[in-house]
């Protein structure tokens, strides 16, 4: 702490210097729900007093002779105000510091200090004074860092459930839901914002932004804004237009970066751009975007959560119509721009919309995933939830974008020879399924409600897929949306699965056909299954059959099929998704009719165990088992298992088998420790040489507490 004298008429002896400050952390943090945050900064929410113990050197302070004050700097803009009396009125929206009767005890001085409830988000300089009528010093003792106040009610961010605020703010742990509507699996994230270094990353995330280059004063006055730290955040997460966190990149090969599925924790991608001089991070894909937007916005005093959107449409002509092409043979094309994700991951701030209303108030879909551009930028939102539902698409903002990712038609078409040759409309299945983790539960809380009206607006009909309780998505019989209707009437063809499809299993499935006409038809069945990625891109088939049948007037055909897992076990990851299109042939009219359906397989799980349980303590040695069982039903060879655990130890470990029989366990057992603490994660990946993707993929949840102190 550097001392700067200010004189107006000579030195005067014996006066009261300032000899350290004692920032109170500990208790500042615990009052402020910020322990944790930072071993740097003291670390305070807005609006909210914090304590300061000044020391004094040579005498105590007088205060009638003497003010005592305190400067606040953020960039250029500062303000100076006295330690008053806590008697004596102050303005709340200005800083102010007080004193109660009791707080000078000699030498030691404590102060109660409290910023405006709209303080803009940032690292502020703090500086004491103390002057008299001769002269003034200035003392510079250090940094404290402010964030939004969700605990306060006046805050724009105030979310008044406490056990949400305990889910939304301070917990660092979460699911991110991935595969399909019909087989959809949590997979856990660590957000990580209480690992080191990561606040002072997000704090960085906004000193680098172009806002803040182009307009230093302007960006330090919007930061009071939620919705313009939700903007800016979420163009910085992606590096499209910045300097920012994450390279996407969605095929191909991830040499030179980290392939997005290895992903498991957003402390490890923020320290690794904070450390690289703000070079961006590769690679990421929607959910790596989401989750780690979800980390810098928590870490700010934002409420957020990671949002799974299951069959998220991207239109990008507004048209509110996704054309989807398939071959006579049940083959799906990759001809048109738009697409239909099996899930797409996005984020959701909670917000009062001072801008737009009360209507507007609440959770907000805010996507970093760069697709489309936003006023030039690539960032969508901050768009209110109920603006989506309620169809108000002018409202702030990216509304049309989002209502189309959640409510968009599917036009599907069957071309041969260059021509259209038969035609369907699926009006059910974008955003057939919404959802994120549920508070204080591992379950899923669906909130598709939340963006579409139960009763159609477009006038929909039929049921949808068999969707579930409101927090769960367990279901033994899906279906197709609906079926699928010759144009010419009569024939109609739907498409189910039996159970829930596995990577270990045959894949078991029933075309059925009903002929409402009075005439009998002689039909061929095309049945065609192909891998393709979540984002809507179709690969190679892998397994196809055809048959010709007869069908009477008014019957109904229930023709069942069953793919072996020879058929796709050789080269099936454990992230990809299954497409069966059934095209059924009317031999005399020449018309088609199609019926599709996609899902994920589940794969066979990695058995993960902590001795003494999964709560551990920091600083302890720990052995953690992990262990494959082959339920295959064949020999595999070259089996490999890998283990990973940011936070918990350095690298990977490995435990290989040249050949693993039916029913035979492979093992590694690991030592861990966790050196700081909140929530770990153990990934476990399993593979073998028979198989060119990864194959399984676990993960094992882990709290650590610090202990006695």
């Given at each position: 702490?550097?001392?700067?004298?200010?004189?107006?008429?000579?030195?005067?002896?014996?006066?009261?210097?300032?000899?350290?400050?004692?920032?109170?952390?500990?208790?500042?943090?615990?009052?402020?729900?910020?322990?944790?945050?930072?071993?740097?900064?003291?670390?305070?929410?807005?609006?909210?007093?914090?304590?300061?113990?000044?020391?004094?050197?040579?005498?105590?302070?007088?205060?009638?002779?003497?003010?005592?004050?305190?400067?606040?700097?953020?960039?250029?803009?500062?303000q100076w105000f006295p330690v008053q009396a806590a008697k004596q009125p102050s303005n709340p929206e200005s800083w102010s510091a007080k004193i109660h009767p009791g707080d000078l005890h000699g030498q030691s001085l404590l102060v109660h200090i409290c910023s405006p409830v709209r303080s803009?988000?940032?690292?502020?300089?703090?500086?004491?004074?103390?002057?008299?009528?001769?002269?003034?010093?200035?003392?510079?003792?250090?940094?404290?860092?402010?964030?939004?106040?969700?605990?306060?009610?006046?805050?724009?961010?105030?979310?008044?459930?406490?056990?949400?605020?305990?889910?939304?703010?301070?917990?660092?742990?979460?699911?991110?839901?991935?595969?399909?509507?019909?087989?959809?699996?949590?997979?856990?994230?660590?957000?990580?914002?209480?690992?080191?270094?990561?606040?002072?990353?997000?704090?960085?995330?906004?000193?680098?932004?172009?806002?803040?280059?182009?307009?230093?004063?302007?960006?330090?006055?919007?930061?009071?804004?939620?919705?313009?730290?939700?903007?800016?955040?979420?163009?910085?997460?992606?590096?499209?237009?910045?300097?920012?966190?994450?390279?996407?990149?969605?095929?191909?090969?991830?040499?030179?970066?980290?392939?997005?599925?290895?992903?498991?924790?957003?402390?490890?991608?923020?320290?690794?751009?904070?450390?690289?001089?703000?070079?961006?991070?590769?690679?990421?894909?929607?959910?790596?975007?989401?989750?780690?937007?979800?980390?810098?916005?928590?870490?700010?005093?934002?409420?957020?959560?990671?949002?799974?959107?299951?069959?998220?449409?991207?239109?990008?002509?507004?048209?509110?119509?996704?054309?989807?092409?398939?071959?006579?043979?049940?083959?799906?094309?990759?001809?048109?721009?738009?697409?239909?994700?099996?899930?797409?991951?996005?984020?959701?701030?909670?917000?009062?919309?001072?801008?737009?209303?009360?209507?507007?108030?609440?959770?907000?879909?805010?996507?970093?995933?760069?697709?489309?551009?936003?006023?030039?930028?690539?960032?969508?939102?901050?768009?209110?939830?109920?603006?989506?539902?309620?169809?108000?698409?002018?409202?702030?903002f990216d509304a049309p974008f989002v209502y189309a990712s959640v409510d968009a038609n599917i036009v599907r078409r069957v071309v041969s020879h260059g021509?259209?040759?038969?035609?369907?409309?699926?009006?059910?299945?974008?955003?057939?399924?919404?959802?994120?983790?549920?508070?204080?539960?591992?379950?899923?809380?669906?909130?598709?409600?939340?963006?579409?009206?139960?009763?159609?607006?477009?006038?929909?009909?039929?049921?949808?897929?068999?969707?579930?309780?409101?927090?769960?998505?367990?279901?033994?019989?899906?279906?197709?949306?609906?079926?699928?209707?010759?144009?010419?009437?009569?024939?109609?063809?739907?498409?189910?699965?039996?159970?829930?499809?596995?990577?270990?299993?045959?894949?078991?499935?029933?075309?059925?056909?009903?002929?409402?006409?009075?005439?009998?038809?002689?039909?061929?069945?095309?049945?065609?299954?192909?891998?393709?990625?979540?984002?809507?891109?179709?690969?190679?088939?892998?397994?196809?059959?055809?048959?010709?049948?007869?069908?009477?007037?008014?019957?109904?055909?229930?023709?069942?099929?069953?793919?072996?897992?020879?058929?796709?076990?050789?080269?099936?990851?454990?992230?990809?998704?299954?497409?069966?299109?059934?095209?059924?042939?009317?031999?005399?009219?020449?018309?088609?009719?199609?019926?599709?359906?996609?899902?994920?397989?589940?794969?066979?799980?990695?058995?993960?165990?902590?001795?003494?349980?999964?709560?551990?303590?920091?600083?302890?040695?720990?052995?953690?088992?992990?262990?494959?069982?082959?339920?295959?039903?064949?020999?595999?060879?070259?089996?490999?298992?890998?283990?990973?655990?940011?936070?918990?130890?350095?690298?990977?470990?490995?435990?290989?088998?040249?050949?693993?029989?039916?029913?035979?366990?492979?093992?590694?057992?690991?030592?861990?420790?966790?050196?700081?603490?909140?929530?770990?994660?153990?990934?476990?990946?399993?593979?073998?040489?028979?198989?060119?993707?990864?194959?399984?993929?676990?993960?094992?949840?882990?709290?650590?507490?610090?202990?006695?102190?």
């Open positions: 702490m550097q001392p700067t004298a200010h004189y107006t008429r000579g030195l005067i002896e014996n006066q009261c210097r300032l000899k350290y400050v004692n920032f109170e952390t500990h208790f500042n943090h615990i009052y402020h729900e910020t322990l944790g945050f930072s071993r740097e900064h003291l670390v305070v929410r807005r609006g909210k007093p914090f304590r300061l113990t000044l020391m004094f050197d040579g005498r105590s302070w007088n205060p009638q002779t003497e003010i005592l004050g305190l400067r606040i700097w953020l960039g250029n803009f500062s803009s988000v940032g690292a502020y300089g703090l500086e004491v004074t103390i002057e008299t009528a001769g002269n003034r010093r200035s003392y510079a003792v250090g940094t404290l860092v402010v964030l939004c106040n969700p605990w306060l009610e006046e805050d724009p961010v105030y979310l008044p459930a406490e056990e949400q605020r305990e889910e939304y703010v301070r917990s660092d742990y979460g699911l991110v839901y991935m595969g399909s509507n019909l087989n959809p699996s949590g997979r856990p994230w660590s957000f990580g914002q209480y690992e080191p270094g990561v606040l002072e990353a997000c704090l960085k995330l906004l000193q680098v932004s172009p806002q803040h280059l182009s307009d230093v004063n302007q960006d330090y006055i919007l930061r009071a804004d939620p919705v313009y730290l939700c903007r800016v955040i979420c163009a910085m997460v992606n590096c499209n237009d910045d300097q920012g966190i994450l390279a996407g990149k969605w095929h191909g090969s991830y040499q030179g970066g980290v392939n997005p599925t290895e992903w498991s924790c957003s402390s490890d991608i923020l320290q690794s751009w904070a450390l690289s001089d703000c070079s961006p991070v590769r690679y990421g894909q929607c959910w790596v975007f989401a989750a780690v937007l979800c980390t810098v916005m928590r870490a700010l005093g934002v409420p957020s959560r990671v949002v799974t959107v299951f069959n998220a449409a991207h239109d990008t002509d507004g048209s509110l119509n996704i054309e989807e092409y398939y071959t006579s043979r049940g083959q799906k094309l990759s001809l048109s721009k738009d697409s239909v994700w099996n899930f797409h991951v996005w984020t959701e701030c909670w917000m009062r919309r001072l801008d737009l209303g009360p209507e507007f108030d609440g959770w907000q879909v805010v996507d970093p995933t760069p697709q489309e551009k936003s006023a030039g930028v690539f960032c969508c939102g901050p768009c209110p939830v109920g603006a989506i539902r309620r169809r108000h698409l002018t409202a702030r021509r259209v040759v038969g035609t369907a409309v699926d009006t059910e299945s974008v955003g057939s399924f919404i959802c994120t983790k549920s508070v204080d539960s591992d379950a899923a809380e669906n909130l598709t409600p939340a963006y579409k009206s139960l009763q159609s607006h477009r006038g929909r009909q039929g049921n949808g897929p068999n969707m579930l309780t409101t927090k769960g998505y367990k279901s033994a019989y899906y279906s197709s949306p609906g079926p699928a209707a010759d144009a010419s009437g009569g024939l109609e063809v739907s498409l189910t699965l039996d159970g829930v499809p596995s990577m270990v299993d045959s894949i078991a499935m029933c075309v059925v056909v009903r002929n409402g006409s009075t005439s009998p038809r002689l039909l061929v069945q095309h049945l065609n299954a192909q891998l393709k990625k979540f984002n809507g891109v179709a690969q190679d088939c892998f397994w196809e059959t055809q048959q010709e049948v007869q069908i009477m007037p008014g019957e109904v055909l229930k023709l069942r099929h069953r793919i072996p897992p020879s058929a796709y076990q050789s080269f099936l990851a454990d992230d990809d998704i299954v497409n069966v299109a059934a095209v059924i042939k009317d031999l005399a009219t020449k018309h088609r009719v199609l019926a599709t359906q996609e899902f994920s397989l589940s794969s066979p799980q990695i058995s993960m165990e902590i001795e003494g349980g999964s709560s551990i303590q920091m600083n302890k040695e720990h052995t953690a088992h992990v262990s494959f069982t082959n339920t295959f039903g064949k020999t595999l060879s070259g089996a490999t298992l890998t283990v990973e655990g940011s936070g918990l130890f350095h690298g990977k470990h490995e435990a290989r088998v040249v050949l693993l029989p039916p029913g035979k366990t492979m093992q590694k057992n690991i030592s861990i420790t966790a050196y700081s603490p909140g929530t770990k994660l153990l990934m476990a990946t399993f593979s073998h040489s028979g198989c060119q993707a990864t194959v399984s993929r676990s993960f094992h949840k882990i709290s650590v507490s610090a202990g006695c102190l």
